[in-house]
């Protein structure tokens, strides 16, 4: 046995102390907090760069973007360095990295602040399973695993709330200060993990580094630029088309061919006896790669939901950041509450059980927010729906990771976690990305079709604001646009507002409609998650 992997191995006498997970847990915080300050930023920064709100959410798909592109490399990174000095260092330019979102002149620079936070973000990840997997173990090592979920959901909590206050009191940086104090505050307390000797024997695999990081931005550019570039055929602003088809699904497609070609040079690679990126045994049976199925479908839902809500909250209803805090704290309260006490049923439930029931509960969720959802967000049966998606998200987030890290052998816990990372970090910026073009489809349909329905509105009035091409806006702006640069009259002004207002409530009713759907097949892969008798997931990871 390895030096690196006897060092690896938790204190098998006695109960570890909780302070590394303290480290850790504020480690995950930070990562999450700086991921949910974004979307509550969102009309904070379109005001200050004059920018749309799509730009804004190009800087979330860039953090996952870069997070599931270089998570792999990240884990063998972590693994020559030494996992807590590797630790260290990526916090320090995370660090680096909500400085430049306090002081970004631009949208150009807080993309490139969030590039960076994502670079550092694919070592942090992996390093946070493999300490994990090093100071814990059984009963110990579960709960840690569950606080890791937790840890994210009092992170959306956190950000929504604070980025709401400040977002309204003062502005939108000042959250970003926060995420530098939190990483200050990890740097602080990494003095107290136990330090894991590096192994400067382990080789980067840079054929596969290209190819699986190559593979995630294509299908992450791809799937953020539906809308703007064409879902099928070729949009007018797209940079080029391939026979007149767009080049968002050829991106894509070449994409997957690439994680596919990643995939076989792997393997060939481990047959040859040479040390893979990451090894793709820890997904050698059904049950492991259902749990990464259900993982992104998870996640992806999430991220759908955190950007779909401060979209239509502050840029459609025009409403404060606070505003929008208050509408998503009853979601994220009861993810936190549920990621951090589901472990509790682990003994008496199997993950099959458990996945099942959080996908039931979702997917009854979203279907009963798009029947009951209207412009006021804070009634009581949206409440209702926004607390039974946080019961099931919170569950759900847990437990598919749980299976993952419980299935594999603890010198493989970098492998889990750089799985772990590309899965939820590339669900984010897709299921961002997507939700993003699916809503402005769906909107420019609606209104193309409203338009169309109301004589009062004539063609010559749709062609001078482009009406049925329109984005996201409030009533105000829209009545601005239309009494600047048009010749509508008062009534003409009215019926065109009443007719963007309606259509997208509509919009926003079939997109949640849309996740439900997506919600329900999950139920396929979590229906193959394993039956683990009471302790027999803490037994597997020995």
């Known amino acids: 046995m390895s030096e690196e992997v006897r060092a690896a191995t938790p204190r098998a006498e006695g109960r570890a102390s909780w302070l590394p997970l303290v480290c850790l847990f504020l480690a995950q915080v930070l990562m999450a907090f700086n991921l949910a300050s974004l979307p509550v930023s969102i009309g904070g920064m379109v005001a200050d760069f004059g920018v749309p709100p799509t730009a804004v959410s190009g800087a979330i798909v860039t953090y996952g973007l870069f997070v599931a592109a ?13 996992w807590v000095r590797a630790f260290r260092v990526v916090v320090a330019t995370f660090a680096v990295s909500s400085l430049l979102m306090l002081l970004a002149p631009s949208v150009g620079w807080v993309i490139a602040a969030q590039a960076l936070a994502g670079a550092s973000a694919a070592v942090i990840v992996p390093s946070l399973v493999a300490l994990i997997a090093q100071s814990y173990a059984g009963d110990q090592q579960a709960t840690a695993i569950g606080s890791l979920g937790s840890a994210r959901a009092i992170a959306g909590v956190a950000a929504f709330l604070l ?15 926060v995420a530098l104090a ?66 968002a699904p050829v991106l894509v497609v070449v994409g997957v061919v690439l994680g596919q ?13 040479r040390t893979p990126l990451v090894d793709l045994s820890v997904l050698g049976s059904p049950q492991e790669r259902a749990a990464v199925y259900a993982m992104f479908t998870v996640v992806a839902l999430e991220a759908a939901l955190n950007f779909t809500v401060p979209l239509y909250i502050q840029i459609v209803q025009g409403r404060t950041p606070l505003d929008t805090a ?20 682990y003994g008496r439930f199997p993950p099959r059980t458990i996945a099942l029931v959080g996908f039931g509960l979702t997917t009854a969720a979203l279907t009963w927010l798009s029947l009951v959802v209207t412009n006021n967000w804070e009634t009581l ?17 847990t437990i598919v990771f749980n299976v993952l890290v419980t299935a594999a052998p603890r010198q493989q816990a970098g492998d889990v976690g750089a799985i772990r990372g590309t899965t939820q970090n590339l669900a984010s910026a897709v299921g961002t990305a997507l939700v993003g073009a699916l809503l402005v ?22 062609a001078q604001v482009d009406l049925d091409s329109v984005d996201f806006v409030s009533n105000d702006d829209l009545r601005e646009a239309l009494r600047t640069r048009t010749d509508a009259d008062p009534a003409q002004v009215d019926a065109a507002v009443a007719v963007n207002e309606q259509v997208r409530l509509d919009t926003l009713r079939v997109g949640l409609l849309v996740l439900a759907g997506l919600s329900a097949v999950a139920a396929l892969p979590a229906s193959r998650l394993p039956r683990y008798r009471p302790g027999e997931a803490a037994d597997r990871s020995r």
């Open 326 to 345: 208050l509408a998503m704290m009853p979601f994220n309260l009861t993810v936190f509450v549920v990621a951090t006490l589901v472990v509790r049923l």
């Open 381 to 397: 049966p949206t409440v209702l729906g926004l607390v039974v998606f946080g019961v099931g998200q919170g569950a759900l987030v």
């Open 182 to 247: 939190l990483a200050v505050a990890v740097l602080v307390l990494s003095t107290r993990l136990h330090p894991v000797p590096g192994d400067p024997t382990v080789r980067i695999d840079a054929v596969g580094a290209v190819l699986v990081g190559a593979g995630v931005a294509l299908v992450s550019v791809g799937f953020q630029n539906l809308d703007a570039w064409g879902l099928l055929l070729a949009a007018p602003d797209a940079p080029f088309d391939v026979a007149g088809v767009s080049p």
């Open 70 to 82: 270089l998570v792999m490399t990240g884990a063998k990174v972590g693994q020559r360095l030494g």
């Open 163 to 177: 980025g709401g206050v400040l977002g309204t009191l003062v502005g939108w940086r000042p959250v970003f200060g």
């Open 261 to 273: 070609a990643f995939v076989r040079w792997t393997r060939r690679r481990v047959a040859s006896g």
């Open 441 to 462: 489809t769906i909107l420019g349909i609606g209104v193309g079709r409203a338009v169309l329905a109301h004589p009062e509105l004539p063609p010559s009035l749709v």
